[in-house]
């Protein structure tokens, strides 16, 4: 019998049931490819990460849904270094920011954790996201959507969605109000078919409340997950599209997500340096205990 400790954490938020939950096991030593998918399918949450340290401050992370493994995940590295940091994993600060290394799929991330009073407040992660010009037929969005043609875009701009790469890839698509983002009715087989012909993990939907609010939904049914509670990869993607597209001054943003499934997430996004977002929020550790196999 083998031991691990493992952990249920809500990203971007600081309360139970709301965020996004994830599921984080502490890998003290070596698992398998199968035993982690299987670890991932049991606990079924839309993500489980599973961790070892590398090197002081630095840690090696997989992340699987229970369908597959994928590249990176923002709320699930937000939920790990949470976890890591409240639990003493980490040496604690009585107040500052904390800087480790994520190797990932993707490379290496930078993650930061902010202290006070020996307490992790925030956890932020650092992205590079990129447009990459394929855009899918915004007609294909549209009806994926079950929405107008004249619902996609923002106030007099004319824009259109595009797919952005934050180490998972978005179609980012503009609408033009609150009421659109509420009312959209996704058909999820049709956005799978999608997913999988432009090579993308979701559909980033989102609008511009105020100059900086943001209100978003993010749908992966490419990777098993229907609707997220709260995306950091995606809102990262968001901020990249909005000041390339929409303006260039705004810097930072701060997303509402998940409350059209009751889990309500709230998310920050800033431009720290040019082609550097830095992502991240509160969390929240909801269960912990050991996993026997």
């Known amino acids: 019998m083998r031991y691990f400790n493992m952990y249920l954490v809500n990203a971007f938020t600081d309360r139970a049931y709301n965020?996004?939950?994830?599921?984080?096991?502490?890998?003290?030593?070596?698992?398998?490819?199968?035993?982690?998918?299987?670890?991932?399918?049991?606990?079924?949450?839309?993500?489980?990460?599973?961790?070892?340290?590398?090197?002081?401050d630095v840690y090696a992370t997989r992340f699987f849904t229970p369908e597959r493994e994928i590249n990176l995940c923002g709320h699930a590295t937000i939920a790990t270094f949470y976890a890591m940091g409240e639990n003493e994993y980490l040496r604690p600060m009585d107040k500052g920011i904390k800087k480790v290394?994520?190797?990932?799929?993707?490379?290496?991330?930078?993650?930061?954790?902010?202290?006070?009073?020996?307490?992790?407040?925030?956890?932020?992660?650092?992205?590079?996201?990129?447009i990459v010009r394929k855009s899918i037929e915004t007609e294909e969005i549209a009806e994926a959507l079950n929405l107008s043609m004249e619902d996609i875009g923002y106030k007099d701009y004319d824009l259109k969605p595009e797919k952005v790469e934050t180490g998972g890839s978005d179609v980012v698509i503009p609408v033009k109000s609150i009421d659109v983002i509420q009312k959209l009715k996704p058909d999820y087989e049709k956005i799978y078919k999608l997913s999988k012909r432009e090579d993308v993990v979701s559909f980033q939907v989102f609008t511009l409340e105020s100059e900086n609010k943001v209100r978003q939904r993010t749908f992966s049914?490419?990777?098993?997950?229907?609707?997220?509670?709260?995306?950091?990869?995606?809102?990262?993607?968001?901020?990249?599209?909005?000041?390339?597209?929409?303006d260039p001054d705004i810097k930072k943003i701060i997303s509402t997500q998940g409350i059209e499934i009751n889990r309500k997430s709230k998310l920050t996004a800033e431009m720290i340096s040019e082609g550097t977002v830095k992502v991240g929020g509160r969390a929240y550790v909801f269960m912990n205990g050991v996993l026997n196999i």
């Open 19 to 56: 965020g996004n939950a994830t599921g984080v096991i502490l890998c003290n030593e070596k698992m398998d490819d199968e035993e982690m998918q299987n670890i991932a399918k049991d606990l079924n949450q839309s993500e489980t990460v599973f961790i070892n340290k590398v090197d002081t």
């Open 221 to 246: 049914p490419s990777i098993g997950v229907n609707e997220e509670a709260g995306s950091g990869t995606s809102t990262g993607a968001t901020l990249f599209y909005i000041m390339k597209y929409v």
């Open 101 to 130: 290394i994520q190797h990932t799929k993707c490379g290496k991330i930078p993650v930061e954790l902010e202290y006070e009073n020996r307490r992790v407040q925030n956890v932020y992660m650092m992205l590079n996201p990129q």
